[in-house]
């Protein structure tokens, strides 16, 4: 055990005399710092076979089981090579994202990343998590990337290392969201880079690029073709939340 584990355990049951634990979405009392109250954990949409073998969308059950593909990676096969997405971007996931990302909520970056990791494929041979990169402008505004703090939680339950650093925002972009497809790449154009002094790291390895909301995908592409563009052997998206609104029923 590292000196730094060993100290979070011995002081654990002091800090949750001082702040008890509580769920983050209803807050009700609960075991331990990082999760939620069994109630809240049922109300999370957790992506379940059968799954887009190209991209991991969940299907209607008459899909089956086997290479059934989803009607967008069948129109136009994607970059990737994977999406693990810990839940499905629903109220409750959309809670917990909004307290992390913009309430400073970060210490639930290790709940996240745990859902993030069960759903990721098998990580033999290694893997390197990089996280989708915030501008400087941006991160100086929020202090902290949420996206490194899931990369980092991932690595640290993983044992698989990270490269905050591997990419690059060179300069601000709008807010994707009230864009059309082709302003989004518009806007995106040259804004993702590969940090140069990264390469070395970047060429050859398996990528696992990490986010917390994966929604039209514009802004991971263009970080997959950078990744891709450097020499990456591959890239997998990781996410806490994505959002599939029309994939809600298939797993409720």
Same mark, same amino acid.
């Given at each position: 055990?590292?000196? %730094?584990?060993?100290?979070?355990?011995?002081?654990?049951? $002091?800090?949750?005399?001082?702040?008890?634990?509580?769920?983050?979405?209803?807050?009700?009392?609960? *075991?331990?710092?990082? *999760?939620?109250?069994?109630?809240? #954990?049922?109300?999370?949409? @957790?992506?379940?076979?059968?799954?887009?073998?190209?991209?991991?969308?969940?299907?209607?059950?008459?899909?089956?089981?086997?290479?059934?593909?989803?009607?967008?990676?069948?129109?136009?096969?994607?970059?990737?090579?994977?999406?693990?997405?810990?839940?499905?971007?629903?109220?409750?996931?959309?809670? &917990?994202?909004?307290?992390?990302?913009? *309430?400073?909520? @970060?210490?639930?970056?290790?709940?996240?990343?745990?859902? @993030?990791?069960?759903? +990721?494929?098998? $990580?033999?041979? /290694?893997? +390197?998590? !990089?996280? =989708?990169?915030?501008?400087? #402008?941006?991160? #100086?505004?929020?202090?902290?990337?949420? %996206?490194?703090?899931?990369?980092?939680?991932?690595?640290?339950?993983?044992?698989?290392?990270?490269? !905050?650093?591997?990419?690059?925002?060179?300069?601000?972009?709008?807010?994707?969201?009230?864009?059309?497809?082709?302003?989004?790449?518009?806007?995106?154009? /040259?804004?993702?880079?590969?940090?140069? &002094?990264?390469?070395?790291?970047?060429?050859?390895?398996? @990528? =696992?690029?990490?986010?917390? =909301? +994966?929604?039209?995908?514009?802004?991971?592409?263009?970080?997959?073709?950078?990744?891709?563009?450097?020499?990456?052997?591959? =890239?997998?998206?990781?996410?806490?939340?994505?959002? &599939?609104?029309?994939?809600?029923?298939?797993?409720?």
């Amino acid at each position: 055990m590292s000196h %730094a584990a060993f100290l979070r355990e011995s002081l654990a049951p $002091l800090v949750d005399l001082v702040f008890p634990p509580r769920c983050p979405l209803c807050g009700e009392g609960i *075991g331990q710092q990082t *999760g939620l109250c069994a109630a809240c #954990w049922s109300t999370l949409v @957790i992506p379940a076979a059968p799954l887009c073998s190209r991209c991991q969308r969940p299907l209607p059950e008459s899909a089956g089981e086997g290479d059934a593909q989803c009607a967008p990676c069948m129109a136009h096969a994607p970059r990737h090579n994977g999406i693990a997405a810990g839940t499905l971007y629903n109220g409750p996931s959309r809670k &917990l994202v909004l307290a992390f990302k913009h *309430g400073g909520r @970060i210490a639930l970056a290790p709940l996240m990343a745990g859902l @993030i990791a069960s759903r +990721l494929p098998g $990580l033999e041979g /290694g893997c +390197l998590f !990089v996280p =989708v990169p915030l501008h400087r #402008w941006r991160l #100086w505004r929020r202090g902290y990337n949420q %996206a490194a703090l899931l990369a980092r939680a991932l690595a640290q339950r993983t044992g698989q290392p990270v490269l !905050v650093d591997g990419l690059l925002r060179t300069r601000p972009t709008p807010v994707l969201g009230r864009l059309g497809k082709q302003e989004r790449k518009r806007a995106l154009a /040259g804004a993702l880079v590969v940090n140069p &002094l990264r390469r070395a790291s970047i060429r050859g390895a398996r @990528i =696992v690029l990490v986010d917390d =909301v +994966l929604t039209s995908g514009a802004t991971t592409d263009a970080c997959v073709a950078a990744l891709q563009k450097a020499g990456a052997k591959s =890239v997998v998206i990781a996410c806490f939340a994505r959002v &599939l609104d029309e994939a809600l029923p298939f797993t409720e």
